[in-house]
Nanobody, 125 residues
Framework: QVQLVESGGGLVQAGGSLRLSCAVSGRSVFSTYTMGWFRQAPGKEREFVAAINWSGGRTLYADSVKGRFTISKPNAKNTVFLQMNSLKAEDTAVYYC?????????????????WGQGTQVTVSS
């Protein structure tokens, strides 16, 4: 059983920063994978934010966050971070971490196999 636990959400003013983290456990059934972040605002569909492959050598970002958000993986390999800078009110959403066994960063949510419970990010204007 694969488990993903997100943390780091909260309330921040516009222009501020937050760092989200996601820890993966119970992944012994596969050795490499992509980790991604999605978000969902009230009344809207789940939206891709960023993804990174196992080695950390390939990343993918939504146009709406390029230049403001950075996805990274430390040497521990089972944790991914999303550094969010210059936050805007429209970034307000529940942010979800997900795992895709393909090890190729992809934007489509249904390609991802495992999901965390989500963490709320609220940006006040």
């Amino acid at each position: 059983q694969v488990q993903l636990v997100e943390s780091g959400g909260g309330l921040v003013q516009a222009g501020g920063s937050l760092r989200l983290s996601c820890a993966v456990s119970g992944r012994s059934v596969f050795s490499t994978y992509t980790m991604g972040w999605f978000r969902q605002a009230p009344g809207k569909e789940r939206e891709f934010v960023a993804a990174i492959n196992w080695s950390g050598g390939r990343t993918l970002y939504a146009d709406s966050v390029k230049g403001r958000f950075t996805i990274s993986k430390p040497n521990a390999k089972n944790t991914v971070f999303l550094q969010m800078n210059s936050l805007k009110a429209e970034d307000t959403a529940v942010y979800y971490c997900a795992v895709d066994k393909s090890n190729v960063p992809r934007m489509v949510y249904y390609e991802y196999d495992y999901w965390g419970q989500g963490t709320q990010v609220t940006v006040s204007s």
